[in-house]
């Protein structure tokens, strides 16, 4: 570890790897749960919570050795995470900065909370969700989820 206490946060650099930065605070094993990363994992993890933040105050942070994220989970985890930034690390430096975006549209990922919907019927259909500023809109039932969306994603 580099610093003193004094200094701040202590977390050891990574030499390979993901860095996910400004993560809403609280969110941090979400984003774990959303990779796939329950209970034991080869992974060497560093996870850092409610750490303190000039821009949003309080965050948390996931480092991931040897682990570059698919688009696929850059996009789950801006579900999330709006405000989220992904450094790729490659010999312990900065090789990339990618900012997530949220898409227009989510499909397969979120599952609808309406036990009546058809994406919940053993129908072969993916759910889709449309992005709206206010939540996410089921596209079959019109059921919008507005909090607590790492609950509902698959």
């Not at 993560?23 to 560093?46: H, K």
């Amino acid at each position: 570890m580099k610093g003193k206490p004094e200094d701040g946060l202590l977390i050891s650099p990574i030499r390979n790897g993901t860095v996910i930065d400004h993560i809403d605070a609280g969110e941090g094993l979400s984003v774990l749960r959303i990779l796939g990363i329950i209970g034991r994992t080869t992974e060497a993890l560093s996870v850092a919570t409610n750490v303190e933040s000039g821009q949003m105050g309080r965050k948390d942070i996931v480092k991931i050795e040897n682990r570059e994220l698919l688009k696929e989970e850059v996009d789950r985890i801006s579900l999330i995470a709006p405000k989220a930034s992904i450094n790729i690390i490659r010999n312990f430096h900065v090789e990339r900065k990618i900012g997530v975006e949220i898409p227009s549209e989510v499909i397969g990922v979120i599952r609808c909370p309406n036990p009546g919907c058809i994406s919940n019927a053993n129908e072969p259909i993916d759910s889709s969700f449309a992005c709206q500023p206010r939540g996410y809109r089921c596209r079959y039932c019109e059921t919008l989820i507005t909090r607590d969306i790492a609950s509902y994603i698959i």
